[in-house]
C-alpha cells in the first residue's frame, strides 16, 4: 500500500484516501496502483458534477459566465480560482502532468474495471457563495494581494517542492497559516468539504471505497470519518445544512450599516455646535481620502482614465450608502462598457504567468478593479471616520 494512503474502518465500512497532489506523476501512479490492489466496490474522487464536466470536457470560459459571477459579487473568489488554476497549470508545465491528472487517473480506472464512481464533493457553485458570505472583506483582500504577490514573484516550480507539500508537516503548516490568515476561508474551503466528504462517503451504499483527495483534506476526512458516530438522518442534515446557501449578516455588516448614521450624524453636530465650515471641512476630508484610495486601487489595476474618475467621485457617496451598490461595482461597469472583454481574454484566462498578464487581459483586469477600488474605498472609510471622530 501506498505511504500517502490512509485506511479507515469505520461504521461497516472500509474507506482508503489516496492523498495526492493535484499536479504529481507519482499521484497518477498511487492511485492506479491503490485501485487495482485494493479492487473496491466503488471510487470516490473529489470533484461535484460541475468540475467532473469541466475536467472531462475542458473548462471554457464563456461571457455569461462572467456576468454570473459579476452579478453575484463574487469577484475576489474568481480571481482566487483564475490564479489557483493558473498556478496549477504552470506546475503542469514543469513537471510535465496536466492538473487533474490523478482525477483522470481515478475515473479511467474505475472506468475500465467497472467500478460506479461516486463524485463525493460539494457543488462549487455552493462552496464559493457560502465562502463569499463567510469572507470579510480584509480576508478577501489579504487573499487576493497574497496570490497577486505569488503570481508577481513568478517562482520556479518543480517536482520536488510538489512532492514535499504532501509531507504531513508541511500540510500542517499550511492549513494553520490559511487558518490564521483567513479562518473563514479555511471554514468553508477546507473544513466542511471535509464533513461533506466524509458524510457523502458513510452516506453511500457501498462497503468498500477508494477515495481519491488532495493531501491537504486527508487528516480532516480520516477525523470526520471517526468522529461520525451519529445515525444517517443526522448525515443527512449535516449534508443539506452545508448545501445551503443562504447568507448571514456578520456583526461587520451591521457596523457598516451604522456608519452612515454616525458621519450624517457627526456632521449634523459640527453643523450646529461649530458652523458650516466645520461640517463642510470635514465632509470635505471624508470625499478627498475616499476619492483618492478608490482612484488609487482603479490605478493599481491599470485601469481606464474614466474609470478612475468615477472611482474618485463616487466613492465618497457609496460608502454613505448612498447607493445601492458599492463603488467597485459601479466604476467596474464603467470598466465593462470602454474596455468590453474579447474573445481572446476569455480564452487566454487559463494562459496568465505574471502580474502584467492579469491587468492586460481585460476580464481579470475587470475584477482586479472592483476589488481594489472596494478595498481602497473601505480603507479610506475607516481613515475618515478616525479623522471625524478626533475633530469632534
Not at 461497516?12 to 485501485?35: C, F, N, R
Not at 479511467?108 to 469572507?135: H, N, Y
Not at 450624524?265 to 466645520?278: D, P, Q, S, V
Not at 472609510?381 to 478616525?386: A, C, E, G, K
Request: proline share 3%.
Amino acid at each position: 500500500m501506498q505511504k500517502d494512503t490512509v485506511h479507515v474502518s469505520v461504521g461497516g465500512k472500509e474507506i482508503w484516501l489516496v492523498g495526492t497532489a493535484h499536479v504529481s506523476q507519482k499521484s497518477v501512479d498511487s492511485v492506479k496502483e491503490v485501485i487495482e490492489e485494493v479492487n473496491p466496490d466503488a471510487v470516490a474522487v473529489e470533484l461535484c458534477d460541475q468540475r467532473f464536466t469541466a475536467l472531462m470536457e475542458g473548462k471554457k470560459w464563456e461571457e455569461r459566465d462572467i456576468i454570473d459571477v459579476y452579478k453575484g459579487g463574487r469577484g475576489a473568489l474568481f480571481l482566487v480560482q483564475i490564479v489557483m488554476a493558473n498556478f496549477q497549470r504552470r506546475i503542469g508545465e514543469q513537471v510535465g502532468v496536466k492538473p487533474g491528472s490523478e482525477m483522470l487517473g481515478a475515473i479511467q480506472a474505475a472506468k475500465e474495471c467497472k467500478i460506479p464512481l461516486i463524485l463525493a464533493d460539494r457543488d462549487l457553485r455552493v462552496t464559493l457563495k457560502r465562502a463569499s458570505s463567510a469572507m470579510s472583506l480584509w480576508e478577501k483582500g489579504k487573499i487576493v494581494f497574497g496570490l497577486i504577490e505569488g503570481v508577481a514573484e513568478g517562482e520556479e516550480i518543480d517536482t520536488e517542492l510538489v512532492e514535499k507539500l504532501k509531507e504531513g508537516d508541511a500540510l500542517t503548516e499550511l492549513m494553520d497559516e490559511l487558518s490564521r490568515e483567513a479562518p473563514s476561508v479555511k471554514r468553508v474551503l477546507v473544513d466542511e468539504r471535509d464533513q461533506y466528504i466524509a458524510a457523502k462517503l458513510l452516506e453511500s451504499p457501498y462497503k468498500r471505497i477508494v477515495t481519491v483527495i488532495g493531501a491537504g483534506h486527508s487528516k480532516g476526512i480520516v477525523k470526520n470519518l471517526r468522529e461520525m458516530s451519529f445515525g444517517e438522518a443526522d448525515r443527512q442534515r449535516l449534508i443539506k445544512t452545508l448545501d445551503k446557501t443562504e447568507s448571514k449578516r456578520s456583526m461587520l455588516k451591521y457596523v457598516g450599516y451604522s456608519i452612515p448614521f454616525l458621519v450624517f450624524f457627526i456632521l449634523g453636530w459640527m453643523f450646529l455646535n461649530r458652523g458650516f465650515e466645520a461640517s463642510a471641512h470635514a465632509f470635505g476630508v471624508w470625499f478627498i481620502i475616499h476619492g483618492v484610495l478608490a482612484a488609487l486601487g482603479a490605478a493599481l489595476a491599470l485601469a481606464h482614465p474614466l474609470t478612475i474618475l468615477t472611482a474618485f467621485l463616487v466613492a465618497p457617496f457609496t460608502s454613505l450608502r448612498l447607493a445601492a451598490v458599492p463603488s467597485g461595482w459601479i466604476a467596474g461597469a464603467v470598466e465593462m462598457k470602454l474596455r468590453k472583454p474579447r474573445v481572446k481574454d476569455f480564452t487566454g484566462l487559463m494562459k496568465l504567468n505574471s502580474y502584467r498578464d492579469y491587468v492586460e487581459n481585460r476580464v481579470t483586469r475587470l475584477f482586479l478593479v472592483v476589488v481594489f477600488i472596494n478595498i481602497g474605498s473601505t480603507a479610506a472609510t475607516f481613515i475618515s471616520l478616525w479623522y471625524m471622530v478626533r475633530a469632534v
